[in-house]
């Protein structure tokens, strides 16, 4: 880059939302031509900045500057008048009208719109950026990948030069990811300046060119991609060094113990959401479920832990203090989890689902522990070693093992949600996305929990989003598509194309 040209920068930008600071005295320059990442862990602001670039919130302190020139942006109208567009994790656009109609939708016109010579011009930026799509489709026919490329396009038609995408492969495969960054460096070579905001530290070293740091609210510094790795960038994200190994060891005397056979079931509208599962977990050994979000993953698991009715097939445990097989079908969730089959499933809504918000923790504790008939009134000690252990061994961030868990924030109520699970010493232990919205650190020590349980011979299904977390930490990965199975590979032997494209099949078509 001979000629750097500052296509916008901040200078002591702040932000606060009542007494939470989002964003303190942050400097940042975006360069035209370049795509510049935004890094850090859930919380540190990155959001909420590039928000104030866009005109969604209006900074308290600070200056931005377009072109060199000290600018005021109070609402996205602002924004794009200097030629700024963002796309949002959530799209908006309207299912029943063609990606032609969204793009042109609220673009004023002078007569009657001519929706043909309008999708013309479209299909002009399509080309000339890489985009593959139908402009006559509907909204509502689209894969998700293809939502995100009808808002791209959206704001590149109506000339932005700016662009920022928040978190933009947070919901696509590996190939729609290869794609969209195939696209963005088209963009780029057309003079385009690009900011991502992401945590993905493998997508930030393959398609940026500088990385900006954010921590805290507060700006580290800016990097050029060349010359960092994942271990730098993990040290400015969080201040410190931080191993990013997950030791997977080799599962050992594993047995049989949960045997899924032909499982359907169908959701309140009567569509099957689950056809025709078979599947054996092990124990001493981690399972991965992959799949694109929404593709029957949540079902699978309630329907073991028998919150979700079957039409069809069965579902047995081979208890090891018994030696017996039980049919989980005809018990009830209770009698599921004292035979020690524990579901951690980790929602949007994580108070909503499995904590009461104005008991403290050590009571959530109790909640798991003590419906087994102790007096919940004399057995206080027992949760409370339990409840201290796991703000100690997770870095729980709380006054005492005596506040109230709605005072926690997301990311440490999840920490209290998964501990919980893993210390009632379960036989099968299934857990779903357990380190969404956590920070790197806490990520690792769940990952290390989960292989200590594994090596003391639990058998464990989890759910991810992360496929590279998905191929360190597994044995072996489940492929979910549309309800059924399209693949079961061997974690240590399989890439996250092989990945991607199972994601992508039709599920039922390759059982393994």
Same mark, same amino acid.
């Given at each position: 880059m001979a000629n750097i040209v500052p296509a916008i920068e901040l200078k002591g930008i702040s932000k606060h939302f009542g007494s939470v600071m989002a964003n303190k005295n942050v400097d940042l320059t975006v360069n035209k031509g370049e795509i510049l990442a935004i890094l850090g862990e859930n919380g540190s602001g990155k959001t909420t900045l590039m928000n104030m670039i866009s005109g969604i919130y209006y900074p308290d302190e600070g200056q931005i500057f377009?072109?060199?020139?000290?600018?005021?942006? !109070?609402?996205? #109208?602002? =924004?794009f008048d200097y030629k700024i567009g963002m796309i949002h994790q959530h799209f908006k656009l309207i299912d029943v009208f063609t990606a032609a109609e969204?793009?042109? @939708? +609220?673009? $004023?016109?002078?007569g009657r719109y001519d929706i043909k010579k309008a999708t013309a011009e479209i299909q002009k930026t399509c080309d000339k950026f890489g985009f593959v799509i139908d402009l006559n489709k509907k909204i509502y026919e689209m894969s998700v990948s293809e939502k995100q490329t009808v808002e791209i396009i959206k704001v590149l038609y109506r000339g932005a030069d700016i662009l920022i995408l928040d978190e933009p492969t947070a919901v696509l495969t590996p190939q729609e990811i290869t794609k969209l960054f =195939?696209?963005?460096? %088209?963009?780029r070579e057309h003079g385009k300046s690009i900011v991502i905001i992401t945590h993905k530290l493998?997508?930030?070293? $393959?398609? &940026?060119? !500088?990385v900006s740091v954010l921590r805290k609210g507060e700006y580290i510094g800016t990097i050029n991609t060349a010359e960092a790795d994942a271990n730098s960038l993990t040290q400015m994200m969080v201040g410190k060094k931080v191993t990013l190994n997950i030791d997977r060891t080799e599962p050992e005397n &594993?047995?049989?113990?949960l045997k899924v056979e032909g499982i359907n079931c169908r959701n309140r509208e009567g569509q099957f959401v689950l056809h025709d599962i078979s599947f054996t977990a092990k124990s001493g050994e981690i399972l991965g479920i992959a799949g694109i979000s929404g593709s029957g993953q949540r079902e699978l698991l309630e329907a073991i832990a028998g919150l979700q009715k079957l039409d069809s097939g069965d579902i047995f445990y081979m208890d090891p203090e018994t030696g017996k097989t039980e049919d989980l079908r005809n018990k009830t969730p209770m009698q599921i989890r004292q035979l020690g089959v524990r579901l951690s499933f980790v929602p949007e809504d994580r108070l909503g689902m499995g904590l009461v918000g104005n008991m403290d923790i050590i009571d959530n504790m109790m909640l798991r522990s003590y419906r087994k008939g102790h007096s919940a009134f004399l *057995? !206080? #000690? *027992?949760?409370? %070693?339990? =409840? *201290?252990?796991?703000?100690?061994?997770? *870095?729980?961030?709380?006054p005492d093992a005596h506040t109230p868990v709605r005072r926690l924030s997301g990311g440490n109520v999840q920490k209290v949600l998964v501990g919980r699970e893993i210390a /009632? /010493?379960?036989?099968? @232990?299934?857990? =779903?996305?357990?380190?969404?919205? @956590?920070?790197? %650190? &806490? /990520?690792?020590t769940i990952y290390n929990l989960l292989n200590e349980?594994? #090596?003391? +011979?639990? /058998?464990?299904?989890?759910? +991810?989003?992360d496929l590279d977390v998905l191929i360190e930490l597994c044995d072996r990965i489940m492929v979910i598509s549309s309800g059924g199975i399209s693949g079961i590979v061997d974690a240590r032997t399989t890439t996250k194309e092989e990945l991607g494209i199972l994601m992508t099949t039709s599920g039922g078509e390759k059982n393994g």
């Open positions: 377009i072109d060199g020139k000290e600018v005021t942006i !109070r609402s996205p #109208k602002d =924004a969204n793009i042109v @939708l +609220g673009i $004023e016109e002078k =195939a696209v963005l460096k %088209n963009m493998n997508e930030v070293l $393959e398609v &940026s060119d !500088r &594993s047995v049989d113990r *057995e !206080r #000690k *027992e949760p409370k %070693n339990l =409840a *201290e252990r796991i703000i100690k061994d997770l *870095e729980v961030i709380t /009632s /010493s379960p036989t099968v @232990l299934m857990v =779903a996305y357990p380190v969404r919205g @956590l920070d790197i %650190n &806490s /990520s690792y349980q594994k #090596k003391s +011979g639990v /058998s464990i299904i989890f759910v +991810g989003e």
